[in-house]
T-cell receptor, first 115, second 110 residues
Framework: GAVVSQHPSRVICKSGTSVKIECRSLDFQATTMFWYRQFPKQSLMLMATSNEGSKATYEQGVEKDKFLINHASLTLSTLTVTSAHPEDSSFYICSARGQEFYEQYFGPGTRLTVT | GQQVMQIPQYQHVQEGEDFTTYCNSS?????IQWYKQRPGGHPVFLIQ?????EVKKQKRLTFQFGEAKKNSSLHITATQTTDVGTYFC??????????FGAGTTVTVRA
C-alpha cells in the first residue's frame, strides 16, 4: 500500500512559538493532502484540504492565519502552527490521496504539546 | 454541513462473539469508507462502498451501504483479539473530503 510519513512524531514547544509539521507521500504522488486534528479518544476533525500548487481550503472554524498549510510539491505538505498556545496541544494527522485511487493514506501523526 | 453519526461509541465483546457498528449520515453520500485505528496508531483504510445496497466482505468483516446511501454498517463475526481498535466510518460527497464518524472503540475479553 501507499506510504505516508510525518515528521516530527512528537514535539514539545513553548507557548508563543511556531511549529512546523511535514507530511510526505513516499511512493506516490499526492494530488490532495488533508490535515486532521484528533483529541484523545475522539474522532478526526478535518482542518483543511490542500491541492498541490494551490491555496489550502480550510474548514469552518479553523483559523488559516494560525494553521499555515503549504503544499509545494506532489509529495510534500507542511502545517505550521503559529504562535502556539496550550489549547493547540493535540494529535495532528495528515493524509494523502493520489489521483489513481479514492482512499486516503494516513501518516503516523504528530503529537504536539504546548507548554 | 454534512454530519456522520456512529454508534455505539464503545463495544466490549467476548472473544468469539459477533458485533455491529452503525453509521448514519444527515445527507446522501456518494461513498462511504471504513478505517481502523489501532491503539496508538493511525487510521488504516479498510474498504469503500459506492453503490446503493452494496455489501462487501473481508474475511470476518461484512460492510453494508444502505439503499438510500445514508447509512452503513460493519459487522464482525467471531471477534478475535486482533480486532481491537477503533473503527471509523467516513462519508464523502463528491469533493473527496471525508466526514468521520465518532468511531466505535472495540475491546475484547478473552
Amino acid at each position: 500500500g501507499a506510504v505516508v510519513s510525518q515528521h516530527p512524531s512528537r514535539v514539545i514547544c513553548k507557548s508563543g512559538t511556531s511549529v512546523k509539521i511535514e507530511c510526505r507521500s513516499l511512493d506516490f504522488q499526492a494530488t490532495t493532502m488533508f490535515w486532521y486534528r484528533q483529541f484523545p479518544k475522539q474522532s478526526l476533525m478535518l482542518m483543511a484540504t490542500s491541492n498541490e500548487g494551490s491555496k489550502a481550503t480550510y474548514e469552518q472554524g479553523v483559523e488559516k492565519d494560525k494553521f499555515l498549510i503549504n503544499h509545494a510539491s506532489l509529495t510534500l505538505s507542511t502545517l505550521t502552527v503559529t504562535s502556539a498556545h496550550p489549547e493547540d496541544s493535540s494529535f495532528y494527522i495528515c493524509s494523502a490521496r493520489g489521483q489513481e485511487f479514492y482512499e486516503q493514506y494516513f501518516g503516523p501523526g504528530t503529537r504536539l504539546t504546548v507548554t | 454541513g454534512q454530519q456522520v453519526m456512529q454508534i455505539p461509541q464503545y463495544q466490549h465483546v467476548q472473544e468469539g462473539e459477533d458485533f455491529t457498528t452503525y453509521c448514519n449520515s444527515s445527507t446522501t453520500l456518494s461513498n462511504i469508507q471504513w478505517y481502523k485505528q489501532r491503539p496508538g496508531g493511525h487510521p488504516v483504510f479498510l474498504i469503500q462502498l459506492v453503490k446503493s445496497g452494496e455489501v462487501k466482505k473481508q474475511k470476518r468483516l461484512t460492510f453494508q451501504f444502505g439503499e438510500a446511501k445514508k447509512n452503513s454498517s460493519l459487522h464482525i463475526t467471531a471477534t478475535q483479539t486482533t480486532d481491537v481498535g477503533t473503527y471509523f466510518c467516513a462519508g464523502s460527497t463528491n469533493d473527496y473530503k471525508l466526514s468521520f464518524g465518532a468511531g466505535t472503540t472495540v475491546t475484547v475479553r478473552a
